[in-house]
């Protein structure tokens, strides 16, 4: 994807119209340091996963860099992809473009969920040390030393850890460099104080790149919870996987008190804006009660729950609406299938499976609706 001048390689998971997601890399690896937490936050989410400038597929491009410049990079991303605003997520150099991103546009991040990142690193010298060398001898010339800082010395031998030499040595050299004098250039102590923005610090005790009490300044600057994960060193998104995906799901998770409110953005996701705007304007005394019941519970309890993504949840919506026969909701779901994702071609098989164990008059009653819910959207 060409973002500005800029050719951007971006992994986009989850149903279209779910929350958006953006979650960011670190110095050295690429998009596919965060493949645990994209597959269980696409099942509600709208997972959006760049490799940085000088990273994985994206285009190198002469340094030196600054985080600013790489937050620049994610704010175009947003535009070309038009999302107003999305959660941000991000590790080490990640966590600080994240940061960037949020001073720089503080209306385009819903939150900020900060992983094993410092608001400076000085002193600059040994950035630009480091910039120096990997371009005089390539990336293996650091890579035994830089991976022994990324985890445990207990999975040093792991298959993540190698799976991150992988990444790392991969690196195009000039893009690291780069990256790294944007480290060295590095201070956002001053601004982080101005961030009025919902955030969470999780840190690994045992990280030496980046220890606890960097991310107890920033816990201190921006108002944030703190999570510090046991056994865990700099990037701990494979080695502490689950640990990782669960604080970060319940980071993003709405309050359970607030279903209603919930409840009506998840509406508005898969049915779209107009739709549910219309249906409230009709509201009567009569069924005000009756359609927050349902917001609550339909929309705010069961749409919402993380256990099923968006698009299978409404393949077996219209499942059991064909199979029950009511016509008039089976349309309206017909019609918002674009919103998580499903495709005619999946309808087709559900209809199938609908005429198998429900009865052939049923699925074709459900056809025949399909085919003009279908036909009132071309």
Aim: charged letters at 25%.
């Amino acid at each position: 994807m060409a973002t500005r001048s800029l050719r951007t390689h971006v992994a986009i998971e989850g149903p279209p119209g779910a929350p958006p997601v953006v979650l960011l890399h670190s110095l050295g690896t690429d998009l596919r340091l965060w493949d645990p937490q994209a597959a269980v936050l696409a099942r509600t989410f709208r997972v959006i996963r760049p490799d940085l400038r000088g990273h994985g597929l994206s285009e190198t491009t002469r340094g030196p860099y600054t985080v600013e410049r790489l937050a620049d990079d994610v704010l175009a991303l947003l535009d070309a992809l038009e999302l107003r605003a999305a959660h941000v997520g991000g590790v080490s150099l990640g966590g600080m473009v994240a940061m960037a991103l949020a001073h720089a546009a503080p209306d385009r991040v819903r939150s900020l969920a900060l992983f094993d990142t410092a608001m400076a690193v000085p002193p600059p010298e040994p950035w630009l040390e480091r910039a120096r060398i990997v371009r005089a001898g390539g990336m293996e010339t650091l890579a035994d030393g830089i991976v022994a800082r990324w985890v445990t010395p207990a999975r040093i031998d792991s298959p993540e850890a190698k799976g991150l030499r992988a990444m790392l040595t991969t690196t195009p050299a000039e893009g690291y460099a780069s990256s790294a004098e944007a480290l060295a250039s590095w201070d956002f102590r001053e601004r982080a104080r101005s961030l009025r923005v919902p955030s969470l610090v999780v840190v690994g005790d045992g990280d030496a790149a980046t220890p606890v009490a960097l991310s107890e300044a920033i816990r201190d600057a921006l108002g944030a919870k703190l999570v510090v994960l046991e056994q865990a060193a700099h990037l701990p998104m494979l080695e502490k996987a689950d640990a990782v995906t669960a604080v970060l799901a319940e980071f993003l998770r709405p309050p359970s008190a607030d279903a209603y409110e919930l409840g009506l953005a998840v509406r508005k996701e898969v049915l779209g804006e107009q739709y549910v705007a219309n249906a409230l304007a009709a509201i009567t005394d009569l069924d005000r009660d009756f359609q927050a019941f349902l917001t609550r519970t339909a929309w705010g309890s069961m749409w919402a729950r993380p256990g099923l993504d968006r698009r299978t949840r409404h393949l077996l919506t219209l499942a059991l609406l064909a199979a029950l026969g009511h016509t008039e909701e089976f349309e309206t779901h017909v019609r918002a299938m674009s919103n998580t994702g499903a495709s005619p071609a999946d309808l087709s098989e559900v209809l199938q499976q609908v005429a198998v164990y429900a009865g052939v008059p049923a699925a074709n009653a459900a056809m025949r609706a399909a085919k003009k819910a279908l036909k009132k959207e071309e």
